[in-house]
């Protein structure tokens, strides 16, 4: 069983977008998905879970983690996913997707420690610029920056003799507009993902049938009778399932139908 985190510390990169359009994309192509949701107050996933049931659509499993007692560190935090990446596993479970939340916490920390393949999201503003770099400019840095994760991860897969650990920088929420701000983010963030041997990705584009899809539980990519085929949501579909074709391809995991998934 494979497993992919996602995370960022800054809030609203869209990675519960990414989760559930990933999960929904990868559970069209047959392989048993299910998502591990961190953030367990308003647990916006399991509720897309149940739209989608209520709607028939064929949805990942979402489930979340509760640890009672005390104030769980890493250590505890990798038993508890462990546990539920072997009950998964007993369940025919194939791969695990965990949306983490914008927090140095525990538990981000250890999902990123477990991961087979982390995809970060960013979007092209300064802002998440400042969340993952270690300096950029004295008032901006933030205190814990993203990239001090990365190390922390990188030094443990070293440590760990971990092979075939990927990393994705996913562009996200990208607006159709070109700005030259963006456009220095963008080649800011690549230097920092070459330094720092990460793959630069795109993400889902900006769109309005992401936006509204946590509330209806359908997503781009599920193929409606009466709906009318736009543009923009092709466009939305071929870019979720590259997406999901980059995950499945980095993990190495072969697709059984991908015929019937995309004829
Ligand atoms: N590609 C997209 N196009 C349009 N809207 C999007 C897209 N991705 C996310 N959004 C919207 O942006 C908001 C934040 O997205 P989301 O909740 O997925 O981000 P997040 O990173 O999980 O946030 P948090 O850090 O609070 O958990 C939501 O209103 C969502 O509908
Ligand atoms: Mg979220």
Not at 123 to 149: C, H
Request: with cysteine; net charge negative.
């Amino acid at each position: 069983m494979k497993v992919v985190t996602i995370g960022s510390f800054k809030g609203g990169t869209g990675k519960t977008t990414l989760a559930a359009v990933l999960g929904t994309a990868l559970t069209q192509r047959g392989i048993k998905t299910r998502i591990i949701e961190l953030e367990s107050s308003t647990k916006p996933l399991q509720r897309f879970e149940a739209v989608r049931e209520f709607a028939d659509l064929n949805s990942p499993s979402v489930r979340d983690i509760v640890l009672s007692g005390g104030q769980p560190d890493v250590q505890d935090w990798q038993i508890a996913f462990r546990q539920t990446f072997a009950d998964a596993a007993r369940e025919g479970v194939e791969l695990v997707i965990i949306d983490t939340i914008s927090m140095w916490k525990p538990e981000v920390i250890a999902a990123h420690l477990l991961a087979d393949l982390v995809i970060t999201t960013v979007t092209e503003s300064p802002v998440d610029l400042y969340q993952i770099m270690p300096s950029n400019g004295p008032n901006m840095q933030a205190s814990r920056p993203y990239s001090q994760l990365i190390d922390l991860v990188r030094r443990h897969a070293e440590k760990a003799n971990k092979d075939n650990f990927n990393w994705f920088m996913c562009l996200n929420r990208k607006s159709h507009l070109r700005t030259k701000i963006g456009e220095s983010v963008r080649d800011r963030l690549q230097d920092f993902c070459d330094e720092t041997e990460i793959q630069l990705i795109e993400g889902l584009v900006d769109r309005v049938g992401y936006r509204i899809m946590m509330e209806t539980g359908i997503t781009p990519i599920d193929e409606q009778e009466d709906q009318p085929v736009q543009r923009s949501l092709l466009a939305a579909r071929t870019e979720s399932r590259r997406l999901a074709s980059q995950a499945v391809a980095s993990l190495g995991m072969s697709v059984l139908n991908d015929q019937m998934a995309f004829s």
